[in-house]
């Protein structure tokens, strides 16, 4: 520059001067620029690595946003085929047949829980149960691993493409994603299950996973389930037979004791007809005969045809007796049930019967109310009160007691004839309502009866469908009850 | 002044279905119905339901669009038909069908329905899977100009179920053209947020549709760089549609979104890009995009009282938000009120602006709400 000044002819003092001026104003800007561009120089940096950062910032935004939206999407993934495997749950749950269960597992079944292809095959006889989407060929590749590889499969859960074992496998089918699990019933694998999906799906995911080892399970323990039940109605199916057989056999025995029943009220009844007559002819004839319209007797004849009247008496009463069972039996009897006093008719058989009590020195006690009507028919009702007294006058022993009772709860009135005789064993209290039967004590040994008295007494209360039975200690004495139902506004 | 009504029944039957809705119009619309703007899941034959609705509702016109979820007031419904119906006084509406062999036809198919129509307030569109939305989009532009009024709903080969039909005629383009007297407005619903720094499309193929680089490096690098590990597993489930990258225009982020990623790395988009256009990767928030959901329908709703909506809404949205979509629908519907109908369906992918003379754009991933009023 002092070059280029000195060439334009300044002196030297003034081109010396100039220069400096110059160079201070060089100097000037160039200390003006670096003081002014630096602070924005600086600024631009801290631009760019905020830009830097806000970059990274994003990539963190990004990864962490990816990373929430896959685990939601696996978290919805899981919901959804989970909600898919109850509402196959519900529609399954009563099953309780094999192949109806498995014919639950429809493509739609198996298309909701993310799969393409099913198939289910027996362990035992590698028998087809389930195939959806699966050729012949693909399906008899599947039962040739099982066969082969029978004692391998026990000890897995689940065989999946990755394992070992499953290599073979996944070359022969040409399958991406698979999965077998046994199905397990009891103790013992009933059978497997095989699923596979496309491979633009994107691999098995965890929730396919979880979802096929929970359908698993749950087969498991329908076919649990379903052979608890088989055990459970074939028992009572068996139960149910044995039954129908018993019932059966009890009916034809019961049809033949009726048949015989019958036979025998018929023959009872008939031979009853038969004897009635010619008992009513001698009868007649015996009576004259001990009252000698036809003439005087010797003694000794006389007290023998008393004792031919007396027994032709008691066949009359065990004829008649017999008669009126037989008509109850075969409901030829009528019955007229009235209201009608009770106590009334307790007070008339005792005073009927009040001579043969007078004459054993029995002390005789009647509880009832003044007046309680029943409804009943009132003969056949005073032919059970005479049967009772009656028994309970020929067992008790002189100077004892009987007490006949009526005591009345709720609508029902119980009557009660009450000794203290003999009493009846244990063993016996059962049969004494039965025809001819006779207990084995010494009364009835030095007392001769029909046996046929009480068994007509049952019938006839049971023909009113009231109850009757016995209470009785040996040596301390019996009591009969019977019931009847009350009459009321009467 | 239009008078709507809204229907809907699930019932399984087609016979049944329409009988409910039958009645439930005929209530509202004794007198005639004009037009008819039908949504149906797939579980009903479309052919049968034309048949149906033409005898027993006699409407002039029938529009059915068969979609893998219906929006119905507060709620999203898997099987179910909604029907939308309007008696017109002086309005006018005018209903074209275009079949999807003769989209060659389309510039004049538009040009004459808004002719017809003599001043068109807006147009809606239904696309079959069997049109290309470029071609489409091409033909509107040259007919009506970059800046339409238009909202299309359409649906690609990758979706499901969809399915455009008109009675018996099936993969038609479906127009409805509604005249000046109809006074609807729409408004675009997004979520996503642009993050990370820019970048540019350096290389683009428009016509294949194809991003082939990026800050020239691979395209791919791009969600390489933000995704880090978790690439391979996004790459694996075809779950860039998270990640749409979004193009800046007029101040708004456009979306692009990734269907396929090419063996040379290169992306296959749905969207509009040209080359050296800036770009940023794209994330949907959910708590943001229901606060923009409230904030649009409260200003609407204080703006136009509409009576009707009808949403046009987008199946990858659905796919990102799931169980959050019910609830934005809860929201929407509860700030409308009661005497505000909603109704809606889901679309792969529409063709609208965001709002009036702003350039129409292919996108997925947004939601469209359009006010009757």
């Known amino acids: 520059m002092i070059k280029s000044l000195t060439f334009i002819n300044l002196p030297w003092g003034l081109t010396i001067l100039l220069s400096g001026i110059l160079c201070g104003f060089l100097f000037y800007i160039y200390y003006y620029l670096h003081h002014k561009i630096y602070p924005l120089k600086k600024d631009l940096n801290n631009l760019e690595r905020e830009l830097k950062e806000l970059d990274h910032q994003a ?336 067992f008790t022993p002189p100077r004892g007691e009987i007490t006949v009772r009526c005591t009345k709860s709720n609508s029902k009135v119980t009557v009660s004839v009450k000794d203290t005789g003999c009493g009846i064993p244990k063993d016996d209290l059962e049969k004494i309502f039965q025809e001819f039967y006779r207990a084995d004590n010494p009364i009835n040994r030095e007392v001769r009866g029909t046996g046929l008295g009480l068994s007509l007494v049952k019938r006839i209360i049971e023909l009113h469908k009231e109850k009757i039975w016995v209470e009785s200690e040996v040596g301390k004495g019996t009591t009969f009850h019977f019931t009847l139902t009350e009459a009321k506004n009467v | 002044m239009v008078k709507f009504s809204l229907a809907f029944s699930d019932k399984t039957r087609e016979e049944e279905a329409i009988k409910e809705i039958s009645l439930k119009t005929k209530y509202v619309l004794p007198r005639k119905i004009n037009f008819a703007l039908i949504f149906f899941t797939p579980h009903y034959r479309s052919t049968l339901l034309h048949y149906i609705v033409s005898i027993t509702m006699q409407p002039e016109n029938i529009v059915q669009i068969c979609t893998p979820f219906l929006i119905y007031e507060n709620k999203i419904v898997e099987k179910g038909v909604v029907c939308v119906c309007m008696e017109l006084g002086d309005e006018k509406l005018g209903v074209d069908f275009v079949k999807t062999q003769q989209i060659s036809k389309i510039e004049v198919s538009l040009r004459r329905l808004v002719k017809k129509l003599k001043r068109y307030t807006y147009l809606f569109s239904f696309l079959p899977s069997s049109i290309d939305p470029y071609t489409y989009l091409h033909g509107i532009k040259l007919s009506l100009g970059k800046y339409a009024k238009i909202l299309c709903g359409g649906y690609t080969l990758y979706s499901e179920s969809s399915q455009l039909i008109k009675g018996e005629e099936e993969d038609s383009i479906t127009l409805i053209g509604l005249g000046e007297n109809i006074k609807v407005f729409h408004r675009k619903v997004n979520g996503f947020l642009p993050l990370g720094e820019s970048f540019t499309f350096t290389k683009v193929d428009e016509e294949r549709r194809l991003i082939l680089e990026i800050d020239n490096k691979p395209a791919i690098e791009i969600y390489r760089k933000y995704l880090g590990d978790k690439f391979e597993i996004l790459k694996k489930n075809e779950l860039f549609y998270l990640y749409p990258l979004g193009t800046k225009s007029n101040g708004n982020y456009k979306l692009v979104s990734i269907k396929e990623i090419l063996g040379d790395e290169s992306l296959f988009y749905l969207g509009n890009i040209s080359p050296g256009e800036k770009g940023k990767i794209m994330v949907l928030k959910e708590n943001l995009l229901l606060e923009n959901t409230k904030k649009i329908v409260e200003e609407e709703k204080n703006k136009y009282s509409p009576r009707l909506v009808i949403i046009f809404d987008s199946m990858v949205r659905r796919k990102i938000l799931k169980s959050k979509d019910n609830e934005e629908k809860y929201l929407i519907k509860e700030i409308l009120g009661k005497e505000t109908k909603v109704v809606g369906a889901y679309f792969d992918y529409h063709i609208g602006s965001r709002e009036a003379f702003e350039e129409l754009a292919i996108e997925e991933g947004n939601m469209y709400l359009t006010f009757w009023q």
């Open chain 1, 59 to 394: 990539k963190l935004i990004i990864q962490s946003d990816i990373e929430s939206k896959l685990y939601r999407e696996a978290v919805e993934d899981k919901l959804k085929k989970l909600s898919f495997l109850k509402n196959f749950i519900n529609n399954s749950l009563n099953i309780l047949d094999r192949d109806e269960l498995f014919q639950q597992i429809s493509e739609k079944v198996i298309r909701d829980m993310g799969f393409e292809k099913a198939l289910i095959v027996l362990f035992g006889t590698l028998e087809e149960k389930v195939n959806i989407n699966f050729s012949k060929n693909e399906s008899d590749v599947i039962k040739h691993f099982i066969e082969r590889n029978r004692e391998n499969l026990l000890s897995l859960p689940l065989v999946s493409p990755e394992l070992e074992i499953a290599k073979e496998l996944k070359k022969n089918l040409n399958f991406e994603e698979f999965l077998l699990g046994p199905i397990v019933s009891g103790t013992h694998i009933y059978a497997f299950l095989f699923v596979s999906k496309c491979i633009i799906e994107g691999g098995m995911s965890e929730a396919e996973k979880e979802v096929f080892s929970i359908l698993c399970m749950y087969l498991g323990q329908c076919l649990d389930n379903i052979k608890s039940f088989e055990a459970l109605y074939q028992a009572g199916e068996e139960l149910e037979n044995k039954i129908k057989e018993k019932t059966f056999e009890l009916t034809k025995t019961l049809k033949e004791i009726e048949k015989i029943s019958k036979m025998k009220s018929d023959f009872i009844s008939s031979v009853s007809h038969e004897l009635r007559t010619p008992l009513t002819s001698i009868k007649g004839f015996s009576s004259l005969l001990v009252a000698e319209k036809f003439g005087k007797l010797p003694p000794q004849a006389k007290e023998r045809l008393k004792k031919i009247d007396d027994n032709v008496n008691k066949l009359v009463d065990m004829v008649n007796t017999l008669l009126d069972i037989s008509r109850i039996e075969s409901r030829r009897i009528e019955v007229k049930i009235a209201p009608y006093d009770i106590t009334k008719l307790v007070k008339d058989t005792v005073d009927f019967l009040l001579p043969q009590i007078e004459n054993k020195n029995i002390n005789l006690n009647i509880d009832t109310p003044s007046s309680l009507y029943v409804y009943m028919d009132k003969n056949l009702i005073e032919r059970v009160l005479i049967n009772l007294v009656n028994n309970a006058i020929k």
